[in-house]
């Protein structure tokens, strides 16, 4: 019996069976052999089960990813990672509705229905009195009509708000702002019925002149509500839920631009540690995150937190970096960076070497008949012009989308990282004095507020 204290790769080496029934046995360094590995059976149960769950990903992909997702609920980062799959498998995770989400995700034809044990600040005891009262009568017509149905005791003011911010009845009504400021007047409107009801007494305008107290109709009209006001920003409405739930699911500050950032930056942070290191890449981030730091020197550097549609990432800013990005380095901030992959101390980080808001991200884009993308004269026409718009080290941060179009049909096609350009109007003025038809623009539509620096 030999025991393994460590392992380190020695490439391809011939592995032995020497086929003792209780063992699984492979050759170490040395020539010696390790038993009292796995049983041979172990890998059968991992071969069935892996058939099981490709099988059920094939064939009941929305079920399958229900499930998933319910099991891994509790961890934030496969949570994201997972609605990401789903989201590139075609099925679309929608946010909790009190009319029809239950405890777990659940799966609703190509949909996908947020569980309520996975919103912040509601218990469970909460859950199932609000289940407990829809399914003994109807859906739920208001928010009025919740709270003259369930328990307050159980279901409390500060689990109704994370409902109403993580967009839970939105179904009922869109402005999460007004059910906010209707919340406590509505509460008091309940707990009074409520004392009514426990003493037998009916409010005149609930039993009509006829009906007895038990009979009286829900008279949810007559429920106070606030003065009118208008429902929160966006961005204010997507921070709240990614508190609630731990990311943003109604929508995304990077949905916006996920077309274009996927032709631009095809490197996502859920292909982090496949990527190879010492490798310049461009990735599009939200920073959810800020850690200032001053070194021993005075130097300014920063520990951020990134995040795209697909997961998340740390990243460090060195001082040399962020001397010239730091305005830029802050949460909530849309950037298009420029990185690479660091594998030290076991972690795998970010090193962001340079930034720009999304805004501010410029790209060229040079049209290109689809007999002309076949010629190797002008092939190495369109090389030659934008090697001599990269610079003499080659850092131009500009990237270069050709244009390819036929008859019905046009394709985008992103041109290698050695073609990227440094100035974005000198480059299509060269281009056009040889003959193609270039022309600069945005990532995203300019406004008048648009942020960036100047080119």
């Not at 292909?271 to 599009?284: G, P």
């Not at 850690?291 to 937190?305: E, F, H, L, N, S």
């Not at 800013?317 to 990185?339: H, N």
């Not at 610079?391 to 049909?409: D, L, P, W």
Request: hydrophobic fraction near 40%.
């Amino acid at each position: 019996m030999v025991k393994i204290v460590r392992r380190r790769s020695l490439g391809v080496q011939p592995v032995y069976d020497i086929g003792l029934p209780q063992h699984h046995n492979f050759l170490i360094r040395g020539g010696v052999i390790a038993s009292n590995c796995f049983n041979k059976s172990h890998s059968t149960a991992y071969g069935y089960v892996t058939y099981q769950t490709a099988y059920l990903k094939a064939n009941f992909p929305v079920e399958y990813m229900a499930a998933l997702l319910t099991a891994n609920s509790g961890d934030q980062d496969k949570v994201q990672k997972y609605i990401a799959t789903c989201m590139a498998m075609g099925i679309e995770v929608d946010p909790p509705d009190i009319n029809r989400s239950g405890v777990d995700f659940t799966p609703l034809d190509q949909h996908i229905l947020f569980g309520l044990s996975a919103v912040r600040n509601v218990g469970q005891g909460a859950i199932e009195d609000i289940l407990k009262a829809r399914e003994a009568s109807e859906p739920f017509q208001s928010l009025a009509d919740l709270c003259d149905r369930i328990d307050p005791r159980v279901v409390n003011r500060r689990a109704l708000e994370a409902l109403i911010h993580c967009g839970a009845f939105d179904s009922l009504e869109p402005n999460r702002n007004q059910l906010v400021h209707d919340l406590e007047l509505v509460l008091e409107w309940a707990q009074s019925r409520a004392k009514d009801r426990a003493i037998g007494q009916g409010n005149l305008f609930d039993l009509g002149g006829t009906a007895t107290v038990a009979e009286a109709p829900a008279a949810f009209d007559a429920a106070p509500k606030a003065p009118p006001v208008e429902d929160l920003p966006e961005a204010e409405k997507l921070r709240l839920e990614k508190e609630l739930l731990g990311f943003y699911i109604s929508n995304h500050p990077l949905k916006a631009v996920e077309k274009a950032g996927r032709l631009m930056a095809p490197f996502s942070l859920a292909d982090l540690e496949e990527q190879r290191d010492n490798v310049t890449l461009s990735a599009i981030v939200l920073i959810t995150e800020v850690k200032p730091i001053v070194t021993k020197k005075g130097d300014r550097m920063a520990i951020v937190q990134l995040e795209d549609l697909t997961g998340k990432a740390e990243g460090v800013v060195f001082p040399r970096s962020f001397e010239r990005i730091g305005s830029y380095i802050a949460a909530d901030q849309r950037l298009m960076i420029w990185c690479k992959v660091d594998r030290r101390d076991e972690r795998v980080q970010l090193i962001v070497e340079d930034a720009e808001p999304i805004e501010a991200v410029r790209l060229v884009l040079v049209d290109i008949p689809a007999q002309d993308a076949a010629n190797i004269q002008k092939q190495q026409q369109l090389r030659d012009v934008l090697r001599s718009q990269a610079g003499e080290r080659a850092e131009g941060k500009v990237s270069v989308i050709a244009n390819i179009t036929g008859q019905s049909r046009r394709q985008l096609v992103r041109l290698g990282v050695q073609f990227r350009v440094q100035d974005a109007q000198a480059a299509v003025a060269a281009l056009s004095q040889q003959g193609f038809q270039a022309r600069a623009s945005h990532l995203v539509p300019q406004s008048p507020m648009a942020a960036g620096r100047p080119h």
